[in-house]
């Protein structure tokens, strides 16, 4: 068990922005910083950080917190794995005491297959500077490349002997489980090498963890695939992992712009050209998963294609699942029986980037002007490429962006534009109406919420994203009912929750500097008759526990709460203190316009603690108003004339209370 101090180090070194931005991109929007949801697929960011809190929030689908639940969330991690993730991030020593047996063990099985991958990676890099095959076949065959020493070892570049085992060897006699080297398909079931006489290619996650491996093999008299990759496992999922991906990222951030090619080498090669913001999908068609990873950094990508004819036109056809996510997609046909590495080799960097600025086309043109060579005047032809191209225009979400392309495209196939504009809607019908059907189908069985608990994986994966097409809540995301929210339909509960929204925001804020009052205790003392009388738990809890913090004469801040033991405080906390909204900087900056009459929003909370609490006994005044009117009417049915005026002496005064506070609120007050 990680111990309560090293728990306390974590949290306070780790910056919710530096954690958030090794893989999401962030812009600056005042003072708080804003990008893409990485938990839920959405077209409009409402993925919300703030710095000065150390908080994110996503106004789409809800989830928030610090930066130990942003990793926990995001990698699939325990608390402890998170802790244990973010204090090798900023060099912190645990400090550790026993944990269970059960826990000691989940962790050390995670721990031993990215330990023994990392092992695999050193040990096919040492085979290929140090053994005599690999340096005569492997290495001999990375620098006819043109692979220098140092994008060799960056990228974790190896070779495997062609022996029978003598990888599996090696691991036993270091003490790795042989089990383990079957589960990540390093070691067959026979207790041989998976891979033999290969060029290794190392793939890692966003991290730089190594997932998995590629290898291919050189000998051409052997019959066997070119290219074989390691098997699924818990850490590797191949459909939602970009080869390149973590030594691109930074580069994708900066050029705002993501260059998708389709092999190892590819990669390899631009990235030593210095073109560095370059990904492949390791030869298969692109996943939602692969496209929604790219588009957490940039919206725009560019497809790199050879010359084959053929295979462009078969890639095609997978390319409208990047147009769903709404992606600004550009494709360069490179020269006939060229690819990136071979034509960047050919023509040097500076040539290869400017072919690639010229010569990059739209994706929805590109297809246009590809089929329309291929109808050559056929109107049966031409019939069926309009409906193609109409069908990957109405994958397009924005509807502004879709009537600019059926505009253009219309003019191009010399087509009216109403008949495009009328096929289009068809489609985008049709589309919407698969979509329904789909919920329908998922909604026919119990599925797991957000709130409910999943075991740890540990994989360094992104968390699964279960429908490929978005449903009507994510193209228009609300935000997710809080803990709070759901416990309570009372159309009153807000005065309750801006109590407790004072008590965590401002709490321990001076109220009376003379009378040396933190704003907690004004709050408490004003409501310590009617603290049991919250109509929602969870406020009362938390007032209730911000009085024995006051009794205990203990210290708290916004941090206290949101970094609370209890999930459901800590998410409340986040929900009540950070807003959509920000105040713009220009009014006094720009414009020199200051409020005169009060302090800022931020600094106004003596003010607002009283107009809470006036709000809040208000509200508790004539439900007690209401109440005792009952008791009034009961009374008067079993003739009890005493119990009568008693009651109706309770009422005025009550009246009167309401009436006193109601005035100092300004309020009306109609019965």
Known sequence: MISQKSVQEVIEKARIEDVVEDYVTLKRRGVNMLGLCPFHNEKTPSFTVSPAKNIYKCFGC?????PVQFVMEHESFSFPEALRFLAKKYNIELEETVSSQESIEERQHFDSLYLINQFAKESFQENLFETPEGKSIGLSYFKERGFREETIKKFGLGYTLNKRDAFTLKAIQKGYNIQLLKELGLTSKYDKDFFRSRVMFSI??????????????????????????SPETEIYNKSKILYGAYFAKGAIRKEEECIMVEGYTDVLALHQAGIENVVSSSGTSLTVDQIRLVKRFTPNMKILYDGDQAGVKAALRGLDLVLEQDMNVKVVLLPD??????YLNKVGASKFKTYLTENADDFIFFKTKLLMEEAKGDPIKKTKMIKDIVSSIARIPDPIKRSLYIKQCAATVDVSEQILVTESNKVVGQNIRKREQRN????TYPRPTSGTSTPSTGSGEFPTQEPNIPTDSEEYPTEAASPAQ?????????KEKDIIRILISSGGMPFDQEEDMTVCAYVIQNIEEIIDDF???????????CRSLLQEGKQFDQQYFINHSDPAIGQLAIELIHSPFEYSPNWQEKWEITLQTQKAPEDNFTKDSIQSLYRFKLDKLIKMCTKNQTRIQEASKTGDADQVMLYLKVQQKLLQMRNELAK????????
């Not at 759901?486 to 807000?494: E, G, M, N, S, Y």
């Open 62 to 66: 809800g989830k928030a917190g610090n």
């Open 204 to 229: 890692h996650n966003l991290t730089g963890k190594v997932l998995g491996f590629g290898g291919r093999i050189l000998d051409n008299t052997i019959k066997a695939p070119k290219y074989v990759n």
């Open 337 to 342: 029986g060229e690819d990136p590495d071979s």
């Open 440 to 443: 329908q189908r998922n909604n």
């Open 486 to 494: 759901k416990q309570t339909t009372d159309p009153t509960a807000f």
């Open 535 to 545: 109509d929602n738990k969870l406020y009362e809890n938390i007032a209730k526990e």
């Open 664 to 671: 100092k609120l300004n309020t009306v007050i109609f019965k």
